[in-house]
DNA sequence: TCTTGCGTTAAAGTGAACTTTAAAACAAGA
DNA sequence: TCTTGTTTTAAAGTTCACTTTAACGCAAGA
């Protein structure tokens, strides 16, 4: 099954032009092209494609995805740093989901503030309420803000560079 | 007790220059300013700069954030409509870790691939491995890789705009 | 008093990932 | 064959969030 760019582009939702963009920076060496020059994309690019959108997700940039296209298109002998990327990015994964929950965590207390302040008209009459009234779901999720503060400025799950 | 802008760089870990930079696009309207026009940080300006990057990690962008600055500035007559965009965060940071999960999966899924591939000495070699001889964590990770392959294009998990 | 090291600003530059434009070629149906 | 819609390319433009530069001012210690 032979796909055009403007199939691909609507099964994947990428844009035509980002597909193009993709395949100029490198990214898709594999792509074959008919005789006018007009790529024929296939299921196994597909596949690239899901890959591709994964390792972005992770935090790569388009620059070290093409590393590991050239490392893919290498072959056996690459096997090794291969291996040390993948579990490099799910180190870097795993950082940044517990700074996405410590962000959830700010967020849903910020919405019990928000719940209260509206029943109570003002902002101000919530951070009155002492700690003893508040829900202890409440309380104990302050306590955990209060706890990563520390940690959370000098930027823990962040860095975009290798 | 009061911080100079290089006493906030050193305790937050933002550079300087990306402090007035905030400052410069309204993010910072309650940083007091000394006689010689230099300013005074104080510690809920650091509160503040703590709540900034957290909205930065939910994945509000500068311009959102001011909104939020300026509704907060406003007084309680927006409470409502911060409510409403805490609410919708929330919403974002959990579609967001959803699919960092996802990205999880697949990342220990190929990190499987690449230690076995290591073992063997060919990848070609590892796909050749039928699913019953895979380990059962593995092989229901491949299932649950293949049910989201449908839904993972097609950003789910993305966006920045509003 | 002079130097050093902070602070200030406006303005220009950077890097990443697209996105848009323009001009031309192709492919399929009437 | 002609038209219409899709594809191709190179090149320029855009957006975001900084980052760097340049020129200048204040304040404390030698």
């Known amino acids: 099954m032979l796909y055009t760019i403007g ?77 040390k990327m993948f579990y490099k990015q799910i180190e870097r994964v795993k950082r940044d989901m517990w700074a996405l929950q410590n962000t959830l965590d700010m967020l849903t207390y910020k919405c019990w503030l928000y719940d209260t302040a509206a029943a109570l008209g003002s902002v101000e009459a919530v951070k009155e309420i002492p700690l003893g009234e508040m829900p202890e779901n409440i309380r104990k999720l302050k306590e955990k803000i209060a706890k990563t503060h520390c940690s959370s400025f000098r930027k823990c799950g962040e860095g975009s560079g290798k």
């Open 7 to 83: 199939d691909v582009s609507e099964k994947t939702g990428l844009p035509a032009p980002t597909l193009r963009y993709y395949d100029k920076e490198g990214l898709l060496p594999f792509v074959n092209r008919g005789n006018g020059g007009i790529r024929k994309f296939q299921d196994t690019d597909l596949e690239w494609l899901r890959m591709i959108e994964c390792l972005k997700a992770s935090g790569l940039q388009i620059k070290d995805i093409k590393r590991y296209i050239d490392l893919t298109v290498q072959g056996d002998s690459t096997i090794e740093e291969r291996r």
